[in-house]
């Protein structure tokens, strides 16, 4: 990990709520004299006193490592800014709608960056009645392959998870549709907007 917790966040977090350094103390059970060395920066908590020291504080831990509040305070969120992350060892397929620390299988996955759609990863849509049905004209094999297609829509994310050797289509409702994605197991992910 590259950051680690700094006395200034501590200070501004229990200033922030409007706590004395003797009140933070007693709620973690350490000294005052030892959120003091914390804040002047003579010292840093013991990573077992992580947790405590977030929730005292009203926050996440990854809210006190990172020294932004991250919190969501938009409680409607926006779908478009989900995030997409992939297992490289299981192919576990994950969403997040806000700012997530994700990992599977032991590994912390980073979120993928779509890229516009190019000519090996053209995403084909048709209006069939009320859906919309997806191709995209890429090779199936066993080594090369669109392992997923996702559609995102103002209430929601439709995701189709594909095989290798099958065919590479789905059928997305069509209510709202904003965005589309292809996931290529080789080249990432690719994005349609409508």
């Excluded at 990854?62 to 969120?77: A, F, T, V, W």
């Amino acid at each position: 990990m590259d950051r680690y917790v700094t006395g200034a966040v501590i200070r501004k977090l229990r200033e922030d709520k409007k706590m004395t350094q003797e009140e933070l103390a007693a709620k973690i059970f350490v000294s005052s004299k030892a959120v003091s060395k914390w804040e002047t920066g003579q010292g840093f908590p013991d990573v077992t006193l992580l947790e405590p020291l977030a929730e005292a504080l009203g926050i996440s831990v990854i809210e006190l490592l990172s020294g932004e509040d991250i919190r969501n305070l938009n409680r409607s969120s926006n779908m478009t800014r989900c995030k997409f992350y992939v297992c490289p060892v299981c192919g576990n397929v994950i969403n997040a709608t806000g700012g997530a620390v994700v990992s599977c299988c032991g590994i912390t996955l980073p979120a993928l960056e779509a890229e516009p759609c190019d000519e090996e990863h053209r995403i084909k849509v048709e209006t069939v009645e009320d859906e919309y049905y997806v191709t995209v004209d890429h090779p199936m094999t066993k080594d090369h392959y669109i392992s997923f297609l996702v559609a995102v829509s103002d209430g929601g994310v439709q995701l189709v998870k594909l095989y290798p050797e099958g065919p590479c289509e789905t059928r997305f409702r069509k209510y709202c549709i904003r965005k589309m994605y292809a996931c290529c197991n080789r080249h990432g992910l690719f994005m349609l907007k409508n």
